[in-house]
């Protein structure tokens, strides 16, 4: 079985653009969480997607928006670059929502605005 | 909101040493605990986990035991080696929400 897998591996991108960031999940996983993860810091929630629906949201604004797939993969879509946006963006996959099941995560994206 | 709370870093350690990294936590109800590590470079991989109170995750020779009277779920190696050398992660996932709540990360060094 393939794993979670991000592309691209590494971007750089002006302040003020706009940035698509893909995942494609774990076989017969459908839910995806998206997690930003600033240098030297833990990894902060984005937002969640179950069976193409979006179902939860963390503290970030309007421009980080999302989109998942009928195959269960996803984007992360940021508007409106900014400075603070360069981080590490990962994406995991699990098997469901409930409370004890693992996440799996790729090896996430690295964005640089400068 | 839920949250957690790591032993601050780094940690240097010999080869061979006890391992101790400790985790505290804040959250309603009754969450799932994990620890994940980051290896240089990578994404997180899951190293243990625990789903209720006095359950004991291990993997590789780390263990963690979900307290639920101190709301702690403190890793801990016997002996340490140069490969587990990377960043580790204690977080939960229930309590309010069901996404994954992260504690800042310990960066462990070991020294041959």
């Known amino acids: 079985e393939t794993g979670v897998t991000q592309s691209p591996t590494h971007l750089i991108k002006t302040r003020g653009q706009q940035v698509t960031l893909r995942c494609s999940s774990q076989s017969g996983h459908n839910t995806v969480s998206w997690y930003q993860q600033a240098l030297g810091q833990g990894p902060q929630f984005i937002f969640q997607?179950?069976?193409?629906?979006?179902?939860g949201r963390g503290n970030f604004p309007p421009r980080f928006s999302g989109l998942q797939f009928p195959n269960y993969s996803s984007e992360l879509n940021v508007n409106a670059l900014e400075l603070d946006d360069s981080a590490l963006y990962l994406c995991?996959?699990?098997?469901?929502?409930?409370?004890?099941?693992?996440?799996?995560f790729g090896q996430g994206t690295r964005l640089t605005v400068v | 909101g839920d949250s957690v709370t790591q032993m601050e870093g780094p940690v240097t350690l010999s080869e061979e040493a006890f391992l101790t990294i400790n985790c505290t936590y804040t959250a309603t109800g009754y969450p799932s605990l994990f620890w994940y590590v980051q290896y240089p470079g990578e994404g997180l991989q899951l190293l243990l986990k625990a789903t209720k109170a006095d359950d004991k995750g291990s993997n590789k020779g780390f263990e963690a035991t979900y307290r639920k009277e101190t709301t702690s779920f403190h890793l801990e190696k016997g002996s340490v080696q140069v490969s587990d050398s990377a960043v580790y992660f204690c977080a939960l996932k229930g309590g309010s929400a069901r996404q994954l709540t992260f504690g800042s990360g310990t960066q462990l060094t070991v020294l041959p």
């Open positions: 997607y179950y069976r193409e629906e979006e179902n």
């Open positions: 995991a996959s699990s098997l469901d929502l409930k409370w004890d099941t693992e996440a799996f």
